[in-house]
């Protein structure tokens, strides 16, 4: 079993930065990438940064420039730090991380509210 403990969301206003941090632990063999998802009220789910085992990452077009994903192998824990936030950023923020040894495995999400 893998647990994913998220922390640093909170409340920021616009043009604020913030970082938000996941620590997994447990049966972690072999990361093959680590993510992280948004949501917003009434909306679906998105990718918002992926960090892949070879380092190589991808961001979803409404962050690029403003967000940046990065990984400590050693602390099997991915962070991502959001500068220049905007109203339409506040959402939910689920870690997710997909291991060989236990599958496809998400955090219970962290609150990020970004007030105008």
């Known amino acids: 079993q893998v647990q994913l403990v998220e922390s640093g969301g909170g409340l920021v206003q616009a043009g604020g930065s913030l970082r938000l941090s996941c620590a997994a632990s447990g049966s972690i063999f072999g990361i093959d990438y680590m993510a992280w998802h948004r949501q917003a009220p009434g909306k679906q789910r998105e990718l918002v940064a992926l960090i892949a085992r070879s380092g190589s990452t991808n961001y979803a077009d409404s962050v690029k420039g403003r967000f940046t994903i990065s990984r400590d192998n050693a602390k099997n824990t991915v962070y991502l730090q959001m500068t220049s936030l905007k109203p339409e950023d506040t959402a939910v923020y689920y870690c997710?991380?997909?291991?060989?040894?236990?599958?496809?495995?998400w955090g219970r999400g962290a609150q990020v509210t970004v007030s105008s």
């Open positions: 997710n991380v997909m291991t060989r040894s236990n599958g496809n495995n």
